[in-house]
């Protein structure tokens, strides 16, 4: 809450526009009539030395456009960027923020910046900003902008967020898992066809999209990740590593929708309706009763998905090449 834990400056609190996650908790930020920084700040944020954070927020442009964010106090080189909330452009950078905007719907977006812990306690601020490279101004009392969810998190990459108030969290990995009779009336034991569609952060390691397995990782799976620079359906029988079918290249930030299907000795895949890959050989894992979504139970997604759609029959590859288009 921004009229609470925040320490504001030439500024003031009024109710939001409606918050991301479609509740009536987001603030507006109001400029006084001042020709100054127009600023919210939050002071005495525990750090570790030499730890990377990050540093989150959603904004809404109302009669501003911009916004600026920076790691002061406490971080190296005190990481700053401005950012055009309007149309989603990142602006100016100061010292290396490594900064990110993504939309997050609705007028939405999450701004993002990192920095190297140098001290203990840490000051994060954010600016009203008139234009790019300008946050001192002289303020108009009917002018200002919608903030929800700050948040500053150990790594480099923002995740969920995550209600906090005056002490920190440990956040759990976000898990989905379908299971049970949600698993049965949807997907069988024997053969499968999944579509997915989102979109990675990064393209480093394993990031699984659908995991379709028996609750062991790297045993009796299916699964439709990024390895590396690519897209592929993977199949564990046993623990034996059984069929590897390359969907081609990955690039972090660009969506795709990845096809895949499976039974014993006939496999398929097709990205962004591609020509299929195919295999015939292989057997199909026994004992699946469950759907990862975004994981696996060691590796993660790191992304967004968007859909998902799922057959309980191996589609021919037409027809995961027709669906993933």
């Known amino acids: 809450n921004f009229g609470t834990t925040w320490a504001l400056t030439n500024a003031t609190v009024a109710t939001g526009a409606l918050s991301p ?13 001042v ?3 127009h600023q919210a700040a939050q002071s005495s944020v525990p750090l570790t030395i030499g730890q990377t954070y990050r540093f989150s927020v959603y904004v809404k442009a109302a009669q501003r456009n911009w916004i600026a964010m920076q790691l002061s106090t406490g971080f190296t080189s005190t990481p700053g960027q401005y950012f055009n909330v309007s149309t989603g452009a990142l602006g100016t950078p100061a010292g290396n923020p490594a900064g990110r905007i993504e ?4 007028g939405w977006y999450r701004c993002s910046i990192q920095g190297v812990a140098s001290a203990t306690s840490g000051l994060v601020v954010i600016y009203l900003a008139s234009a790019n490279n300008t946050v001192v101004y002289l303020g108009d009392v009917n002018n200002g902008l919608s903030l929800w969810g700050a948040q500053v998190e150990i790594g480099s990459v923002e995740t969920s967020y995550i209600s906090t108030t005056t002490t920190s969290v440990v956040r759990n990995a ?50 439709i990740r990024g390895n590396g620079a690519t897209t592929e ?20 930030g660009t969506t795709y929708k990845v096809g895949g299907a499976a039974k014993s000795t006939d496999y398929g895949i097709s990205v962004n309706a591609a020509t299929p890959v195919g295999q015939l050989t292989g057997t ?15 590796d993660f997604m790191n992304g967004w998905l ?6 309980p029959q191996r589609l021919i590859n037409a027809e995961i090449q027709a669906f993933s288009k």
């Open 174 to 223: 976000d898990s989905a898992v379908m299971t049970g009779a949600n698993f049965t009336s949807v997907l069988t034991a024997a053969q499968n066809g999944i579509v997915a569609e989102g979109s990675f952060k990064g393209i480093s390691g394993l990031n699984p999209m659908i995991s379709l397995d028996a609750g062991s990782p790297n045993v009796n799976s299916v699964r």
């Open 306 to 311: 968007r859909t998902i759609r799922a057959w």
């Open 284 to 298: 199909y894992p026994s004992g699946i009763n469950q759907m990862q979504i975004g994981g696996d139970g060691t």
């Open 35 to 37: 020709n100054s920084v």
């Open 103 to 106: 939309d997050a719907g609705n």
């Open 21 to 33: 996650n479609g509740s009536t908790n987001s603030d507006r930020i109001v400029e006084t009539a």
């Open 233 to 252: 359906l993977a199949v564990y029988a046993g623990a034996a590593f059984t069929v590897q079918l390359n969907g081609g290249a990955r690039v972090a």
